[in-house]
């Protein structure tokens, strides 16, 4: 699924299931919300952080499909297409940064 397809479907179940989008800002506190989830786990499970029984069985996947469905919630009510400013920042990165990294010694 692209990311023009996924909008559409998060529209969809919006329409089907969510009554409507929450406004932008309810929005942006649950993206925060579900970033701070993806940082718990990775603190803890890749981390230098003691992982607690409760969180063993956290699945990161599930979390960040979190954080992409509130990013696609955001990008439909603010009428983002989201596939063309994503296909868009790839070229700025790709065209910025082509040799920046293969310079790097910290990442040899």
């Known amino acids: 699924m692209n990311i023009e397809?996924?909008?559409?479907?998060?529209?969809?179940?919006?329409?089907?299931?969510?009554?409507r989008y929450f406004?932008?800002?309810?929005?942006m506190a649950q993206l925060t919300?579900?970033?701070?989830?993806?940082?718990?786990i990775i603190a803890r499970r890749y981390g230098e952080q003691s992982e607690k029984?409760?969180?063993?069985?956290k699945d990161l996947g599930e979390e960040l499909a979190?954080?992409?469905?509130?990013?696609?919630?955001?990008?439909?009510?603010t009428g983002i297409d989201l596939q063309q400013a994503f296909t868009n920042k790839l070229a700025?990165?790709?065209d910025r940064d082509r040799d920046r990294h293969k310079n790097n010694?910290?990442?040899r």
């Open 92 to 94: 700025i990165k790709t």
């Open 105 to 107: 010694e910290k990442l």
């Open 66 to 77: 979190d954080v992409v469905f509130v990013v696609l919630c955001l990008a439909n009510q």
């Open 5 to 19: 397809n996924a909008q559409q479907a998060v529209d969809d179940w919006i329409k089907a299931h969510g009554v």
């Open 33 to 40: 919300e579900e970033v701070g989830e993806v940082a718990r």
């Open 23 to 27: 406004n932008e800002l309810t929005n």
């Open 53 to 57: 029984e409760s969180d063993r069985d």
